[in-house]
């Protein structure tokens, strides 16, 4: 019942398939088990935080967040007077300039011209 070929490269071929399916089927259950080990991670996290949430008094989260609000409106009242101040400086500093010129270009004519003193 020989046929004339030879099934060993049919075997080998078998074999690689055969091989490549384990390590993607390997590949997949790591990916699986680690995306588990996340979930769990996330979960302990989440309990832990709602725990931490729950042993504070109602009272106490609202203040705390009215403190936050209060905090955050005064960081930005700050960054806009920062930001006031340094244009003012920044328009003096240019209008300082601008006058300095003018009374340089203004002697310089002068001198030119020689009027004055």
């Known amino acids: 019942m020989t046929t004339g070929t030879d099934?060993?490269?049919y075997i080998m071929d078998l074999k690689e398939q055969v091989g490549a399916l384990q390590q993607s089927f390997s590949?997949?259950?790591?990916e699986r088990t680690e995306g588990k080990t996340?979930?769990?991670?996330i979960k302990s996290t989440l309990q832990t935080l709602n725990?931490?949430?729950s042993q504070i008094p109602d009272?106490?989260?609202r203040d705390h967040h009215?403190?936050?609000k209060i905090f955050l409106n005064e960081r930005r009242q700050s960054q806009q007077l920062k930001a006031a101040v340094i244009q003012k400086i920044?328009?003096?500093g240019a209008w300082a300039l601008i006058s300095g010129l003018v009374t340089l270009l203004w002697f310089g004519i002068k001198h030119k011209l020689g009027l004055g003193g």
């Open 7 to 9: 099934p060993i490269p």
């Open 38 to 41: 996340t979930q769990r991670e």
């Open 27 to 30: 590949d997949a259950e790591r």
């Open 66 to 68: 009215e403190f936050i």
């Open 90 to 92: 920044a328009t003096g």
């Open 51 to 53: 725990d931490r949430m």
């Open 59 to 61: 009272l106490d989260h």
